[in-house]
């Protein structure tokens, strides 16, 4: 989230402005070689005895696309190291690193892994797991003053190298659309209606899912955003307003109206199936990150791929707030390889050239489902679908990060994927369900 920025801005200075060098980027994380989790777990970047120059990454970008990019990008890195360095990449179940970042970060981490800006690095930071890059962050050019404060802690350092983020939306097909002549809805009720529209057409209105327990949080922010404001929200995700509020009870009122033209059995759904749905036409939208369909969508499929802001629930709050998570870099604290000096010197000058331009362009190549960070960053070769992104967030008045990364990590784990999923399963008991997330909330909170 974007605790650290001036939130009185109308706009945010680290998402672009115009869709020229100013970015977004690219989706899930590194690749080259799938491990399972506990060969992550006990990875421990080559120990103290390694070459010192070969880098051990832990990544979640256990899907095809980020995971070739992820590979390429990282043999551009060993091609232009005059060192003769290299990257050695654990890939791992994007849910399974999720749920068990905390043993892994506590247990025998690799020496530069994936996560999230924001709270969920800050949480961390906060645990003394991470490596303060503070003084690598004085030399990197491109980034704004914004992309700075999502990768600082609460003590004031910089802990994360920020590689990519992504909007969240509505996403459908535009030959779909044309074929039935659906126009993208601007209100709450003209979605309703045109699910109700897509229902009648034989098809199912919104593809959704849940199995991985995360996928329907988005859907969940833009409802309360839209409803009760980014304010509101940003409090509601760190502790501060009460679960029982009238105006979450409301939020999940109006998410009640919804579910009836959703895919039903979510929560035994991937996010890889929902997003295939839509590829097939089978369903008619889904609420998704860019890259999540455009992962699943074959290249000849994907300039058919569109979207549409999440509709406007309350004319007071518009569609000011946009879903825009940003990803990066890390360096973890408990690697044993990084008590070596020569370890430590490659883990550095690696995330050095990840936060460059060519870093950017390298990953780009390969995966035209996000948008650069870095302003230095080549943008002339971004599709029609990434320059609407771009112009959809530097649009934008506010920007949340996620409710799984703007709230503590405990929280959205432990209290927020069952309850939501429990909500999917049965949806008539509001006060029922938010007198339960808020009795734990006050427990998990009263923790600091």
Not at 129 to 140: F, Q, R
Not at 389 to 400: E, F, M, N, R
Request: net charge positive; aromatic share 12%.
């Amino acid at each position: 989230m974007l605790d650290s920025v001036d939130r009185s801005r109308r706009t945010h200075p680290s998402y672009p402005s115009h869709p020229s060098r100013r970015g977004l980027l690219r989706a899930t994380a590194v690749g080259a070689g799938a491990v399972t989790l506990p060969a992550l777990l006990a990875a421990c970047g080559g120990g103290p005895g390694g070459d010192g120059k070969t880098v051990r990454v832990g990544s979640n970008a256990s899907d095809a696309v980020p995971k070739k990019a992820f590979a390429d990008a990282f043999a551009a890195y060993a091609k232009q190291s005059r060192e003769k360095r290299k990257v050695r990449v654990n890939t791992v179940d994007h849910n399974a690193f999720q749920t068990n970042i905390n043993r892994y970060l506590q247990g025998k981490p690799d020496d530069v892994f994936m996560w999230f800006a924001g709270y969920r690095m800050q949480f961390f930071a906060k645990k003394g797991l991470l490596h303060d890059i503070s003084d690598l962050w004085a030399e990197y050019r491109g980034f704004t003053p914004a992309l700075k404060a999502q990768s600082t802690g609460e003590d004031g350092k910089q802990y994360l190298t920020p590689y990519y983020y992504y909007p969240w939306a509505v996403f459908h097909r535009r030959s779909l659309f044309a074929k039935y002549g659906y126009e993208a809805p601007k209100t709450l009720d003209e979605y309703l209606a045109l699910a109700r529209r897509m229902k009648k057409d034989g098809l199912v209105p919104i593809a959704f899912c849940d199995k991985d327990g995360w996928p329907a949080m988005g859907t969940f922010d833009y409802i309360n955003m839209r409803s009760n404001g980014y304010d509101f929200h940003k409090r509601l995700m760190a502790g501060e307003e009460a679960w029982t509020d009238k105006r979450v009870k409301a939020t999940f009122d109006t998410w009640r109206r919804i579910l009836p033209y959703c895919h039903p059995g979510a929560n035994g759904r991937t996010w890889q199936e929902a997003a295939t749905t839509l590829q097939k036409r089978e369903t008619g939208m889904a609420v998704f990150g860019l890259p999540h369909p455009g992962a699943q969508f074959p290249a000849a499929d994907r300039p058919d791929l569109d979207f549409f802001p999440f509709p406007v629930i309350d004319p007071e709050h518009g569609q000011d707030a946009v879903e825009a998570p940003i990803d990066g870099f890390l360096l973890a604290k408990k690697s044993k390889s990084l008590k070596n000096e020569k370890a430590m010197a490659s883990a550095r000058d690696l995330l050095t050239w990840l936060a460059t331009g060519p870093a950017e362009d390298a990953y780009l190549a390969g995966d035209p489902n996000n948008v650069a960070v870095s302003d230095l960053a080549d943008t002339s070769a971004y599709t029609p679908l990434q320059k609407k992104a771009v112009q959809l967030v530097s649009g934008a008045k506010q920007i949340s990060q996620f409710l799984d990364r703007d709230t503590r990590p405990d929280f959205a784990q432990t209290v927020m994927i069952p309850a939501i999923q429990s909500f999917i399963n049965d949806p008539k008991d509001v006060d029922g369900l938010v007198n339960g997330i808020e009795r734990q909330k006050k427990t998990i909170f009263a923790q600091g």
